[in-house]
């Protein structure tokens, strides 16, 4: 039985009743599932930390109950590229031509978008804790309804005209960057049935030229997704996970106008931010 709405050419238009409709290879595995698979991992993964064996601070690269990680990482030897060639057919990038105003992502249009007026901020450090300086920051995330600006985000949440979701800084002398932006929405994505993503902002971060990029992710406290998260759980090492989650800042509140969450990124040593494969969409 339809419950579209038909259109003059005869075509039937997708309503809200048949357009969330599951994808029936997302059904195969419930939460329980995922859920179990996370946690046998997690508790192999502590006897052989309790046996002696280092921790481990990135994701795992194939990680079980992420079903799509087998796709989405090398699977063949690694090959050394030329840099140079590489950015030729890269676009380039000086500080001129970032401006100040593209760190506020709510201001890209004529009117005030929906949601939670938030400020994140935060330093881009080294392993020694030394500041990072001039260095390109990118961010993308969903609106307040959980919906991206993108062909294949098609779930019916409802599309904000005036958040685009993308902003991009430069971060100063001591490594410090801030964005203004409205806090994201979880969402659902297809990796089992009832799967939904916590909330969350994706950092791209870009060294000296293009060849020199990493990107992830940072997470809102105290989300009840977490647990149930197959690429937040990928990373094995609870500290390391934890690195992910922005601390609420009051100093960052401004009264009356948006509340202030900080958080730094750690680009190399021990406690090195988790970094995930640019092919990476969730």
């Known amino acids: 039985m339809s419950t579209g709405t038909t259109h003059q050419d005869g075509t039937e238009a997708e309503s809200f009743a048949n357009s969330h409709l599951l994808d029936p290879a ?3 595995a419930s939460q329980d599932e995922i859920s179990g ?7 192999a993964y502590r006897q052989e930390v309790l046996a002696g064996k280092k921790a481990e601070t990135q994701p795992r690269i194939d990680f079980a109950p992420y079903r799509s990680s087998l796709l989405r990482h090398p699977t063949k030897n690694l090959h050394h590229a030329d840099p140079e060639t590489i950015e030729l057919h890269s676009p380039a990038f000086g500080q001129r031509d970032v401006h100040a105003l593209e760190s506020d992502l709510t201001i890209q249009h004529n009117g005030e978008p929906i949601g939670e007026r938030i400020v994140v901020a935060g330093r881009v450090l080294d392993g020694d804790g030394r500041p990072v300086a001039g260095q390109l920051v990118e961010i993308w995330q969903a609106n307040a309804a959980g919906r991206y600006i993108h062909k294949r985000d098609q779930h019916p949440a409802p599309i904000d005209p005036n958040f ?4 991009r800084a430069i971060t100063g002398p001591n490594g410090e960057y801030s964005f203004t932006t409205i806090k994201p929405a979880p969402y659902p994505w297809k990796n089992h049935h009832n799967a939904w993503r916590p909330a969350h902002i994706h950092f791209s971060l870009f060294g000296t ?4 990029r990493m990107i992830t992710q940072m997470y809102f406290p105290g989300d009840p997704l977490f647990a149930l998260d197959p690429i937040y759980q990928s990373i094995t090492d609870a500290k390391a996970r934890d690195r992910l989650v922005a601390t609420y800042d009051h100093s960052l509140t401004s009264h009356e106008w948006a509340t202030g969450y900080n958080w730094d990124i750690v680009l190399t040593g021990s406690n090195r931010t988790w970094m995930e494969d640019e092919e990476g969409e969730h």
């Not at 698979?37 to 508790?43: G, M």
């Not at 685009?164 to 902003?167: D, E, F, L, R, S």
């Not at 030229?209 to 020199?212: E, R």
């Open 26 to 28: 997302a059904t195969t």
């Open 164 to 167: 685009t979701g993308v902003g």
């Open 209 to 212: 030229d293009f060849t020199q």
């Open 37 to 43: 698979e996370i946690a046998d991992i997690h508790e």
